[in-house]
């Protein structure tokens, strides 16, 4: 069985910074891409960034020059180093990864964390 667990959201101050971790465990053979998604109050989920296995990186519009994800491949992990936060990038995050399992090849989801950013 395969958990993505995710940790690092909070609350923070419009312009601060935040780094979310997401650590894959199980029977994992090898991981794919990874991403984070996030989901505002009353919005559909949205892709915020991705990285592959080789470390090349992608990141939607809104966030481009303000978050940075990463991954330790020896460690199952993935970050996203979130700077110069603005009130809209409130939501609940999500990591996702594509990997092999002992079962499967497929997706598979953390529980999410909030990150809330207010005054």
């Known amino acids: 069985q395969v958990q993505l667990v995710e940790s690092g959201g909070g609350l923070v101050q419009p312009g601060g910074s935040l780094r979310l971790s997401c650590a894959a465990s199980?029977?994992?053979?090898?991981?794919?891409?990874m991403a984070w998604y996030r989901q505002a109050l009353g919005k559909q989920r949205e892709l915020v960034a991705t990285?592959?296995?080789?470390?090349?990186?992608n990141y939607a519009d809104s966030v481009r020059g303000r978050f940075a994800i990463s991954r330790d491949n020896a460690k199952n992990t993935v970050y996203l180093q979130m700077n110069s936060l603005k009130s809209e990038d409130t939501a609940v995050y999500y990591c996702?990864?594509?990997?092999?399992?002992?079962?499967?090849?497929?997706?598979?989801w953390g529980q999410g964390t909030q990150v809330t950013v207010s005054s």
């Open positions: 990285i592959t296995s080789g470390g090349s990186t």
């Open positions: 996702n990864a594509e990997l092999m399992s002992a079962l499967r090849r497929g997706y598979h």
């Open positions: 199980g029977s994992i053979m090898m991981i794919y891409n």
